[in-house]
């Protein structure tokens, strides 16, 4: 079974400065998505990026951005330039690519704390 | 974009009584639906798989006749927890996908379940 680790419970970043969230993963297979997505405090999940396995090239999303090491299986999230707004909960997840397995695998989540 | 509607979005019960929460996807058909609960600053944990039709496919420790899975049609998916009991308060947030294959994941808003 799939498992995915997010190791740092809390992080802060002051506004305007850049921040880089950790996850880790564990599969045998060779095709598949990672995702990272926010949880404000209204408790809404937003995705924020998405990255297919099978591309090389780092997904970005305006000031978001990932660090995919497939070798390593790790999928960092950069977040530059950073908002008040950026504030939440952030979860890393996994999800296989074959047609039958289409649940998400969560981290433990990282909880970011935006200092103005 | 997708959008999915969970509701009710908050609903307090008395211990003994059933709870039905559903989720429908507004401008899409979800073949698949997929409750999650929810634990204060913790992950989402997955509860069920639902596919149109068929019969709910639960994860370990759930426990399918208290947390009832109905998918009647492409559009909407229930959730009734049964003699509901303070231990069952928490948050459950479904998701639904589309037809195609490997279309994403998207999120209802959650319901927050308070029993007395």
């Known amino acids: 079974a799939q498992t995915v680790t997010q190791s740092q419970p809390e992080m802060s970043v002051q506004e305007a400065e850049t921040v880089t969230l950790s996850c880790t993963y564990d599969t045998s297979e060779s095709d598949y998505y990672l995702f990272w997505y926010k949880q404000p405090p209204s408790r809404q999940m937003i995705l924020v990026i998405r990255q297919e396995a099978y591309k090389q090239q780092n997904a970005t999303e305006n000031r978001f951005s990932v660090n995919f090491q497939k070798a390593a299986k790790s999928f960092s999230l950069k977040i530059s330039d950073s908002q008040l707004g950026d504030a939440a909960m952030y979860f890393c997840?996994?999800?296989?690519?074959?047609?039958?397995?289409?649940?998400?695998?969560f981290g433990a989540g990282t909880i970011l704390r935006v200092k103005s | 974009g997708a959008v999915v509607s969970q509701h009710p979005s908050r609903v307090i019960c008395k211990s003994g009584t059933s709870v039905k929460i559903e989720c429908r996807s507004l401008?899409?058909?979800?073949?698949?639906m997929f409750w999650y609960r929810q634990f204060p600053k913790q992950s989402l944990m997955l509860m069920a798989t639902?596919?149109?039709?068929?019969?709910?496919?639960?994860e370990q420790g759930v426990e399918k006749d208290k947390f009832l899975i109905n998918h009647a049609s492409l559009t909407l998916s229930t959730l009734t927890v049964t003699s509901a009991h303070p231990e069952d308060s928490s948050f459950y947030i479904c998701s639904a996908k589309g037809l195609i294959h490997n279309s994403p994941l998207h999120f209802g808003n959650g319901t927050r379940l308070t029993v007395t």
């Open positions: 639902s596919n149109e039709g068929s019969k709910a496919t639960y």
């Open positions: 401008d899409f058909q979800a073949t698949t």
């Open positions: 997840a996994y999800r296989t690519s074959m047609e039958y397995g289409n649940k998400l695998v």
